[in-house]
């Protein structure tokens, strides 16, 4: 049957047998619950926010017109109601809700400071960010053309970049030297690997805020990288889904802030049609099951292409009109992100002192909703094997699902992903405790057969003597 | 812009999302002239669009009575977080369970269908992509019976790289698909050495508004197992056959033929026809092949139905009593519009193809045509949208081979609406007539001139329409002069 299907279904391109999703699959057959499983798995490798439900709940008690589908329009509801039904369910323009897309814009504006004001017509709907990275693959690369990406990165890019649109990925490769930053060396070194591979380079693919490692890029990190796609005359693609999330300082400087304030860079400049940005309400709002994603570009061609290829994955109308009330009020949507970025902070610190405490460090980190774990004192050797064995003994003894560092396409073994805003305050303190508890014992384990070690090796030489 | 256009791929500047079809052109010329009774009463009315808007009465009220259906409302906020994370591909079990559920009821509860088979795609444009990513490589084909759906020149192809290939049906047999229509097809493809992965058929069939007959079925299933090719099943407008003959399903057929190899069968489904959803983008893949199963909901991560939809459809499929008093109503409502149109029709001596199902049917305007070319189909089709003030769709636009057809949508309005363009119509077939008439006329007299002035006679002979034009027969018979009589076509009773 194998041969009955396209080369697409027949391999493992869609990238799921990655160690990434392997730890997800042993957590759903083990998950963790307070009171029904409290010895299963902690899931931790879901980069999910679930801090701030309650106050999209109370916001939906508040405003029951947006129930039924009604609409502010005064006049006899059920009539008026009855037609916003229809129009919705008939509404698959794939140019969206226009009261939707404004809000978006409006939203995507401000999380950068009103520095940045986007336009709603350049702005394409998705479903969800993984529709809108692909799509922008298809309309900016061939077959067997390349991205360059900065390591560690998602792993689920794997799937969206390469499998059905046949474009590679050509890693660049940071490192923990220099906290993992991006720079103009690790950049052209990878153009030369592209090169020497016969690929051809086409852009870019960059996370701002980064995942996995939760940190905002640099002024710098952003002006190595903008010289170096005007230079290569190449695109940009921003996935800045994570933008809404950051917590701490420095703030958040996106691509078309960093483009803007370039000093080299004039207005006119032909960069401006090569920058593309991704984005989704999928983190910062925790949706991802609304599947709201979105392009923005101020690129027409791009925009064009990219809203007629929508049309495989458009986002439901009804999704878009219960969005477009829900962020079509300013100040909630204020609060929200504030109060939100709170939540996450305090998140965030409670990981790190328990981890501090376990004698585990991370790095330092200001965005996103996980810590990157510093667990290289614990592998048995310096590789990807004493990693994938490590991963393995915490999701069977620790009971706790992390994403190791290799899933990331991390050049170096020892680091994980560990997410703590998908589970309650408890949850995370269970975890933490589970994390110091076996770091103790590993460590323990360690001084141990050290201590064999050195004792077989005293006898054995005694022996000799 | 030159310069801009190198930095996209090709696939981005290429025509391959098919929008420059002659079937956009007129939903292009609906936009900027909409008809609306009281602000645009002289506006196009758009009758290009297969969409179905006659049963929404019912859907709200079930909306109304069911606010726990929704999570915006104090009766199902309670669900809301849940709702909002579950990303999961598999989608809902409960979403899964109703879709299930709700085909079989649709096929008359005659077949059952698997959960576990139940795969989400955005909209059947999704599914039919999908489905072309996992059973073909760029190059490959999959032979399509003619005519079919515009869409899928897009939705199969653009992304994918996968060509379309016609097996061409006729008007003389009433556009069956046929065995010789079918090993032609097949062999031109092979003699152009291009693979052929599968054959992609809609039942009902769009623009056609007929179903596949057991026998026609019986031998695709035959055809495609012989081959060793797969089949892809369009059921998009199931719940839309409103009378006789009943509709029989793929999924029927597999039942009843053990022999047929069950991996090449896949089904795409939809809740955009039969339950008017489009805006929700309820795409749906079952296949009979776990691989393909497997595949398409990874792909799915694409396109999946948001979960607050999801809970939405759910509800409200598995209200039995709902459902089985919509589904019934909103035949019997068809059948109405269907009836009042083609009856109508009949008046001014235009047929259309006999039809049971779909929101459309298949309009024959082949005798109006100057000459039967693509050109004066377009002609004609220009003539409609700009002075009659309709759009309707070529059916060059959906790859025809014969020119003069026309599909027309009426299930996407209202009863007034659906008065005036009948009357829209009417009014221009009976003005063509007579234009056709008097043209005749003309030529019959010049050439009567030019005998006449052989001849010593009265010349001011008086010589109706009526008693010379050969064609023309009793205003209640509907034929049109280049078919046979004997044409199963509709007629009008006398």
């Known amino acids: 049957m194998q041969q009955m299907l396209s080369r697409k279904a027949s391999f493992n391109s869609h990238g799921e047998d990655s160690s990434y999703f392997l730890g997800w699959k042993e957590y759903e057959k083990n998950p963790y619950h307070e009171h029904h499983n409290p010895s299963g798995i902690i899931q931790m490798g879901l980069a999910e926010n679930q801090l701030s439900f309650d106050l999209l709940e109370s916001w939906l008690a508040k405003n029951a017109n947006v129930a039924h589908f009604k609409e502010d329009r005064g006049g006899s509801s059920s009539s008026l109601s009855s037609s916003l039904f229809r129009e919705l369910a008939l509404f698959q323009d794939y140019r969206g809700l226009p009261a939707f897309k404004k809000e978006l814009a409006a939203l995507m504006g401000e999380i950068r400071g009103n520095k940045v004001r986007y336009d709603p017509n350049k702005l394409v709907l998705t479903a969800g960010a993984t529709a809108a990275n692909e799509t922008l693959m298809f309309c900016l690369a061939e077959p067997g053309e390349a991205f360059l990406i900065p390591t560690p990165y998602y792993p689920g890019f794997d799937r969206d970049v390469k499998w059905r649109t046949e474009v590679q990925l050509v890693p660049v490769h940071c490192s923990s030297s220099n906290q993992f930053r991006l720079t103009s060396l690790a950049l052209e070194e990878a153009h030369k690997r592209a090169l020497k591979q016969k690929l051809k380079v086409k852009g870019v693919l960059i996370t701002n805020p980064t995942n996995p490692l939760g940190t905002t890029m640099s002024k710098d990190e952003l002006n190595h990288l903008l010289d170096f796609a005007i230079s290569k005359k190449i695109h940009i693609v921003s996935d800045e889904i994570y933008s809404g999330t950051v917590f701490d300082s420095p703030g958040f400087i996106g691509i078309t802030q960093a483009l803007l304030n370039h000093k080299k860079v004039r207005v006119g400049n032909d960069i401006w049609n090569r920058i593309h940005i991704v984005y989704s309400l999928s983190k910062d709002l925790g949706l991802p099951g609304f599947r709201v994603g979105m392009i923005y570009s101020e690129n027409e061609a791009i925009i064009s292409a990219a809203t007629k290829m929508s049309s495989f994955g458009l986002v439901s109308s009804q999704t878009q009109f219960l969005l477009s009330n829900i962020l079509g009020e300013k100040n909630f949507r204020k609060l929200y992100m504030k109060e939100n970025q709170k939540r996450l902070k305090e998140r965030h610190d409670m990981m790190v002192s328990g981890l501090k405490s376990a004698g585990i460090s991370c790095l330092k980190s200001n965005a996103g909703l996980f810590c990157w774990v510093d667990m290289r004192h614990l592998l048995c050797s310096n590789t990807f094997e004493a990693e994938k064995e490590l991963w393995e003994k915490i999701i069977s003894e620790a009971k706790l699902n992390l994403s190791p560092g290799s899933s990331c396409h991390c050049s170096e073994p020892g680091w994980f992903r560990v997410c703590f805003a998908n589970m309650s305050t408890e949850t995370l303190s269970v975890a933490m405790q589970r994390i110091k508890a076996f770091a103790d014992a590993t460590c323990k384990a360690d001084q141990i057969s050290y201590q064999q070690a050195l004792y077989s090796s005293q006898k054995s030489s005694l022996n000799k003597w | ?494």
């Open chain 2, 1 to 494: 812009m030159a310069f801009v256009n190198n930095l996209l791929s090709k696939m981005a500047i290429s025509d391959g999302h098919g929008e420059n079809s002659p079937y956009f052109d007129g939903w292009k010329a609906y936009d900027s002239d909409p008809f609306h009774s009281v602000e645009n009463p002289q506006g196009v009315i758009q009758m290009g669009l297969a969409e179905n808007q006659l049963c929404f009465d019912l859907i709200q009220e079930w909306i109304l009575k069911n606010p726990k259906a929704s999570i915006c409302t104090s009766e199902g906020v309670d669900e809301f977080k849940d709702t909002a994370i579950f990303q999961d591909y598999h989608g809902l079990p409960e979403f899964r369970d109703a879709i299930a559920k709700f085909m079989a009821k649709v096929r008359g509860n005659t077949v059952t269908f698997d959960p576990d088979r139940v795969v989400m795609s955005g909209g059947a444009t999704g599914a039919h992509e999908t489905m072309a990513f996992c059973l073909a490589d760029p190059g490959d084909a999959f032979l399509v019976p003619t005519p079919y759906y515009p869409g899928f020149d897009r939705d199969l192809r653009w992304r994918t790289g996968v060509k379309l290939l016609p097996v061409v049906c006729e008007s003389c047999n009433d556009f069956k698909i046929t065995r010789e229509a079918l090993e032609e097809a097949y062999q031109k493809a092979v003699e152009s050495n291009i693979n052929v992965k599968g054959l992609l058929i809609t039942n009902p069939s769009n623009p056609l508004g007929t179903i596949l007959d057991r026998d026609t079925l019986q031998s695709l299933v035959d055809f495609i197992n012989e081959k060793n090719i797969h089949l892809i099943c369009d059921e998009i407008y199931a719940a839309t056959v409103f009378t006789k003959p009943m509709y029989v399903s793929i999924a029927e057929i597999l039942e009843e033929d053990k022999k047929c190899n069950r991996d090449l069968i896949h089904l795409v489904y939809s809740l955009s026809k039969d339950m008017g959803f489009p805006g929700f983008r309820i795409g749906i893949i079952y296949s009979y092949n776990d691989s393909v199963v497997n595949t398409a909901r990874k792909m799915s991560s694409f396109g999946l139905v948001s979960t607050q939809t999801q809970r939405l459809i759910a509800n409200m499929l598995s209200d039995d009593t709902f459902i089985d008093q919509y589904v019934s109503e909103s035949r019997k409502r068809l059948a109405a519009r269907h009836g009042v149109f083609t009856r109508g029709l009949m008046q001014v001596r235009v047929g259309n193809l006999q039809g049971n199902a779909g929101l459309f049917f298949w309009m024959d305007l082949r005798r109006l045509l100057k000459d039967s070319t693509v050109e004066a189909e377009m002609e004609l089709w220009r003539v409609i949208i700009n002075e009659v003030k309709l759009n309707v769709s070529p059916g060059s636009s959906f790859h025809c081979s014969e020119p003069g057809w026309f599909r027309v949508c009426y299930a996407n309005m209202d009863n007034e609406t659906m008065r005036i363009a009948l009357r829209r119509i009417k009014k221009f077939v009976l003005q063509a007539d007579e234009r056709q008439v008097t043209a005749k006329k003309q030529t019959w007299h010049k050439d009567l001139k030019l005998s006449l002035s052989f001849r010593r006679c009265d010349d001011t002979i008086l010589m109706t329409p009526r008693m010379v034009t050969p064609h023309m027969m009793s205003p209640h018979v509907v034929v049109s002069p280049h078919s046979p009589l004997a044409s199963p076509l509709v007629r009008a009773r006398n």
